[in-house]
């Protein structure tokens, strides 16, 4: 099916799922005739800040307070009910938060579950991204619609994959801050209702068949930026990326970051989710920054309403508010903690703390009434938004939606696209991948996960609605397929069972060994403290590797890097593949790839570092190398050490090659600048100049130009590419990374022909670096763009 054909087909059995479904129940709401309707808040002529200021006018100072945790008590005299603002929906619904229900006796019991996020993030498919938000997001009103879910979630994890031994890395889009915006942008939009309004407009994105519905809410048909379906949450604000390491806390580190790291690295998927992604929900981290708990820092907090136009609410991580004075000693008591992140522009606490203190800080004066109108302000305009207060929500715009909208055949099938995008082949010594299924005899499939369904999830997983192990998707394609645990679980510290995968190995006709990482290794509140196998893991692969007729396939779990070297140079290892987390159709798409149903296109999102790397501090959060320290930097961006596997790495079973058919080689700031700021230039150095602050330049849009690209399919089997275009800056200056991504896209490719696409570049953006003072500065002179093994010169002068 072509890509519009694909992309209409969704579209159509997305319409007509709505038609069709009808909720079995109803959530409790307020403003219910016929006596709780009449308030200013229930009138939905009125806008937003005045139905807002009308609810808060009506409160007491006890009701404003019971608003300010997650679990927000309920007001009966206004008909209002208790609302649970705690649900969770990062690649499906999760089970992790209170506001989600599948056990309560509810019709739904289960709903899609999606690769975790490192793994679509492998995909580099921005269409996939935004309808993996809107699939969950249909769901999510689904259930909300018959009582089992809320309507904010606190999803995406869209902090920087730093450092490889992080337990949460897989929740996160990878290392790189641009891939980390875009899919921060994608996500939200998709789950915040980017697919409704009346009237749809499809846009046939190409990447790959995936087709993309940009649709915006609004009954006029208009853009609605007031209007939510649903609210997403850019999680974790900032510099977020230790759980427990050594003596070290996510519950009292204290991360210091340099003005540098923090514009380049840690805050641009924060901006780019709110003023790009419209997201309508911020949460500050547990951690300190510089010396100041996350949720108390001023400056942060309101620079994303001041500077970068947010339009929501700021929660805290849970318990958040009392690390500050439990856990960081930053306050001398809990009243003043408390006052200190509603001060700061925090607004609402998972967890009770605020509950309990709050009454006690307005007594002592340390917290004033207008603070909490303030934070309630910004909730109740987000549960405004989301029509919380326009009545019976099965008469609303959602109000159709019900359990037939949950693990739809349109759901599953994008779950599985999604995992055969996000699968990365890593090695593969003489085209031993794709087997032929009609040559293949027979199969064995040894590991402690491969028969295990419930590994391949990762965290922050609901109830997925067909889940398979890896041995059973296999089984389906070839019926003699053995399976052995090799080790007893993921731990692996004993090799008792060894000779009976080895035993099975031996009778095998190919052998496919799974090896890596599950929950017990990687996860919230848990870092690990090697990059190897676990246990003896190692040992397995090799010794099933001695003893298999044929070369043997390696299948690599988990989200965080691997140093599987070792099998990276072992001739008796054939292929290596990682599979993450794929979600509940991973087991299928790892059989499609297998036998060649599917030819593998996904790209490491992440550096794969050695073992060696584990020397390196881990609460250490510069990302620049410092030679003289022995410190290697981190990420593709600044790491001089050497890797196991590159970020961008993944191979497929077909050969590309590279044009770049058009691009400028000058480019003039001079048209952009202002004439106060050339005159400043001038007196400050004219022609000598080295660097041009982007602030100076009045028209950035002006200078963007599209570089063209031909990418040619010169092998035998068709495939998805996906084309990532680099820049490396002049060497003139200190911190500069070694190189940087300007853009990404997936194509489609056809055996033995060519396809023309386009990358957007804006200089300001993209050719851009951070100065040791926080500033984005363009470095005048040549800037390197790279394509594969290509480079293309632009050269940026002032005149």
Sequence with gaps: MSANGRCLFFLLVFLLSLSHSKPVANPQFP????????????NISLPITRRAQSLISHLTLQEKIQQLSDNASGIPRLGIPHYEWWSESLHGIAINGPGVSFKNGGPVTSATGFPQVIVSAASFNRSLWFLIGSAISIEARAMYNVGQ????????????????????????????????????????????????????????????????????????????????????????????????????????????????????TYQPPFRSCIQEGKASCLMCSYNEVNGVPACAREDLLQKTRREWGFKGYITSDCDAVATIFEYQNYSKSPEDAVAMALKAGMDINCGTYVLRNAQSAVEKGKLQEEDIDRALHNLFSVQLRLGLFDGDPQKGQFGKLGPKNVC???????????????????????????????????????????????????????????????????????????????????????????????????????????????????????????????????????????????????????????????AKGDPRIASILWIGYPGEAGAKALAEIIF???????????????????????????????????????????????????????????????????APSKLSLSGSLSANSRKRILQQGGERLSYIITNEITSCNSLRFNVRISVENVGNMDGGHVVMLFSRVPAVFRGSPAKQLVGFDRVHTISNRSTEMSILVDPCEHLSVANEQGKKIILLGGHALMLGDLEHFVTIQIY
Aim: proline share 5%; aromatic share 10%.
């Design 31 to 42: 403003c219910k005739p016929p006596t709780h309707n009449t308030y200013s808040f229930c």
């Design 596 to 662: 060649g149903e599917y030819n593998p296109d996904g790209r490491l999102p992440v550096t794969w570092y050695p073992e060696s790397f584990t020397e390196v501090s881990m609460n250490d959060m510069n990302m620049r190398p410092n030679p003289s320290l022995g410190y290697p930097g981190r990420t593709y961006r600044f790491y001089t050490g050497n890797r196991v596997y590159g970020f961008g790495g993944g191979l497929s079973y077909t050969n590309f090659t590279y044009k770049i058919l058009s």
């Design 149 to 264: 879910a809320g309507l904010t979630f606190w999803a995406p994890n869209i902090n920087i994959f730093r450092d490889p031994r992080w337990g949460r890395g897989q929740e996160t889009p990878g290392e790189d801050p641009m891939v980390a915006s875009a899919y921060a942008i994608e996500f939200v939009r998709g789950f915040q209702g980017g697919n409704w309004r009346s009237g749809t407009e499809t846009e046939s994105t190409g990447r790959h068949g995936i087709g993309q519905t940009r649709v915006l809410l609004g009954e006029d048909g208009e853009i609605n930026d007031d209007k939510l379906m649903l609210s997403a949450c850019c999680k974790h604000s900032s510099a977020y990326d230790l759980e427990k390491w050594g003596n070290f806390s996510r519950y009292s580190f204290n991360a210091v970051v340099t003005e540098q790291d923090m514009e380049d």
């Design 408 to 566: 739809t055949k349109e759901h599953k099938t994008l779950a599985l696209e999604a995992a055969r995008q996000g699968i990365v082949l890593l090695k593969n010594d003489k085209k031993f991948l794709p087997l032929n299924k009609k040559a293949v005899s027979s199969l064995a499939i040894i590991g402690p996960l491969a028969n295990k369904a419930s590994s391949l999830g990762g965290d922050y997983t609901g109830y997925p609605c067909d889940s398979q192990s890896l041995f059973e998707g296999l089984k389906a394609y070839i019926k003699k397929t053995s399976y052995a645990i090799g080790c007893p679980d993921v731990a692996c510290d004993s090799d008792t069972q060894f000779h009976k995968a080895i035993i099975v190995a031996k009778r095998a006709d190919f052998v496919i060994v799974v090896a890596g990482l599950d929950l017990s290794q990687e996860t919230e509140d848990l870092d690990r403290v090697s990059l190897l196998l676990p246990g003896k893991q190692m040992s397995l692969v090799s010794s099933v590797a001695a003893a298999s007729k044929k070369p043997v396939i390696l299948v690599l779990t988990g989200g965080g890097p691997l140093d599987v070297s070792f």
